[in-house]
């Protein structure tokens, strides 16, 4: 299974702990698409060496190459938004991850779109099991059309 995961990278990198265990228990499930999202090297600034144009390129790959999203979106993005945008119109599984601590507010066009799947939680120690609930699901396959 390819999965790509979205986190904020120009948005800000505070979740960044949780994207590191959010796509180490991903890695069991298939291929992290993305795994550099979860990289403490990569800055707010990007990733170095490379353009904008080349990123936007290989990511919308990916982006057809996946068979379902995982998002934390606790740090509001504009790229993790529009990521989950063609997730939701490929129609492939879309699952976000919301940190409830964080005294932010999800985005309507997130938590009311009846297409993405919104799981919270409290803590990061609870996110191993959360993906797994999320990947062991059975009405998870993906249906690609
Ligand atoms: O808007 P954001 O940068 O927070 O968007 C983050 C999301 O878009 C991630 O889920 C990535 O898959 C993708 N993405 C956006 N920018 C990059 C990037 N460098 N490197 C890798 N993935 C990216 C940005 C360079 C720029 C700040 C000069």
Known sequence: MNIYF?????????????????????????????????????????????SNQTIFKRDL?????????????????????YEIAVGVVRKIPVHVLFYRNDNRRLSALVSGNPDIMLHEYHHFDELPALIKSVMETRNFAPEIP
Do not use: F, M
């Open 6 to 50: 979205c986190g904020s990278i120009s948005g800000g990198r505070k979740l960044l702990p949780a994207y590191r265990l959010i796509v180490n228990s991903l890695k069991q499930y298939g291929t992290v698409l993305t795994h550099h999202v979860a990289d403490p090297d990569l800055t707010a600034g990007g990733e170095k060496n490379q």
């Open 61 to 81: 790959e990916w982006l057809y190459q996946a068979d379902c999203l995982i998002a934390e979106v606790t740090t509001p993005s504009l790229g993790v938004g």
